[in-house]
């Protein structure tokens, strides 16, 4: 069988990291996240995702991510169960697979070459879109708005490849057309951003970190209307998550204050 090319900008090439890491969680026991679909598009693309295979933190992290991120759509869900949720920079990401409630209006928003590859993969629905657009142009805007419903948007592995500005921007947006959304992403802190040459996956791609903050609450100083529900990092999850990290790992995600606020997941009101 002949495997699909890859042909994906430098950013754009990073969404292959989290579909390898779920498709290495569902080979064990008691998984994180529960992913089929991922295996079946590694074994269709041609590309040398062996490279990963010693990037264990990121593996486990990435998949950590996901499932704090499901969780949070799920609660979503539960109190707008026809509400919309748009996934920014899409990538080749399962999630509506994985949280669907059979009446969510669902919109996959990703740049050209990443909906290209998307698109051999997924199919569009009645309930779920493709939008193939940069998130931070607003053409998009009125496609999702004219499902007129609550909206939740969530952005994976993406706002940490932006400039300060252009996530500034991207929050003013959403807070101008979709007033009362939720809004959950990944941060990095300023310290791993600046070692960033030792992050064990990414330093297999050209691309590089940029947007950093110290305490993500501080957004609120940039729009006091921009409301801090969540912060979760890795070591505020149960233990038998993090006993999946290596002794030194958890040492420091535990008792380092500093590092443990290195990289954190937050989810936003923006009202």
């Given amino acids: 069988m002949t495997k699909t090319t890859v042909n994906l900008g430098v950013v754009q090439e990073t969404l292959l990291i989290p579909l390898w890491a779920r498709a290495c969680e569902f080979s ?11 295996v079946e598009i590694i074994e269709a693309i041609n590309y040398d995702f062996d490279k990963f295979a010693t990037a264990k933190s990121s593996q486990i992290g990435t998949c950590l991510r996901g499932m704090i991120l499901d969780n949070w759509v799920l ?27 059979g009446a969510v209006r669902w919109f996959d928003l990703d740049l050209p070459d990443s909906m290209t590859l998307r698109k051999q993969f997924f199919e569009e629905t009645e309930r779920r879109q493709f939008i193939t657009a940069s998130a931070l142009d607003t053409d998009w805007i009125e496609r999702v708005k004219a499902v007129n419903a609550p909206c939740m948007f969530v952005a994976e592995g993406v706002l940490i490849y932006l400039s300060e500005e252009q996530v500034q921007q991207l929050f003013a947006n959403l807070l101008e057309h979709f007033s009362g959304c939720w809004f959950a992403f990944d941060s990095m802190s300023p310290l791993m951003v600046k070692n960033q040459n030792r992050h064990d996956s990414i330093n297999y791609t050209s691309a590089k970190f940029n947007w950093s903050i110290s305490d993500i609450r501080k957004i609120q100083d940039w729009d006091f209307r921009y409301q801090v529900i969540e912060v979760t990092t890795f070591a505020d999850l149960p ?30 009101k923006l009202s």
Avoid: C, W
């Fill in 28 to 38: 064990k026991p008691d998984p994180i996240i529960q992913d089929p679909k991922s």
């Fill in 239 to 268: 233990a038998k998550y993090l006993r999946r990290f290596g002794v030194v790992i958890r040492l420091l995600f535990s008792y380092i204050p500093f590092l443990r606020n290195m990289y954190r997941l937050t989810l936003v």
């Fill in 75 to 101: 609660s979503y869900l539960q109190q707008h169960p026809q509400g919309s949720v748009v996934e920014i920079g899409a990538g080749l990401n399962t999630r509506f697979e994985r949280v669907d409630n």
